[in-house]
Nanobody
């Protein structure tokens, strides 16, 4: 079994910063792309940032210049550094990863349980 466990969410004032972490554990052979998504009530889940196993990144236009995604392959962990936070960044943030399990050659998509980020004064 594979698990993705997120941490680092919480309440922050506008202009503040938070760092989210997502650690993969279990029967992991390798992790390909990893990413962060977010969702607010009544809206579709949207991609915030993604990173390949080689370190190439992409960002939603709304977070470019403010958020930074990174990963530690040795720890099967992806991070999201969120700076200059705005009230519209308030959402549940989900970690996503394409994982190849031990003994398999294909990958499956896994999701974390989500962590709430609230930006408010």
């Amino acid at each position: 079994q594979v698990q993705l466990v997120e941490s680092g969410g919480g309440l922050v004032q506008p202009g503040g910063s938070l760092r989210l972490s997502c650690a993969g554990s279990g029967s992991i052979r390798s992790i390909n792309a990893m990413g962060w998504y977010r969702q607010t009530p009544g809206k579709e889940r949207e991609l915030v940032a993604g990173i390949t196993s080689g370190g190439s990144t992409n960002y939603a236009d709304s977070v470019k210049g403010r958020f930074i995604i990174s990963r530690d392959n040795a720890k099967n962990t992806v991070y999201l550094q969120m700076n200059s936070l705005k009230p519209e960044d308030t959402a549940v943030y989900y970690c996503n990863a394409e994982v190849t399990r031990r003994g398999q050659w294909w990958s499956n998509e896994y999701w974390g349980q989500g962590t709430q980020v609230t930006v408010s004064s």
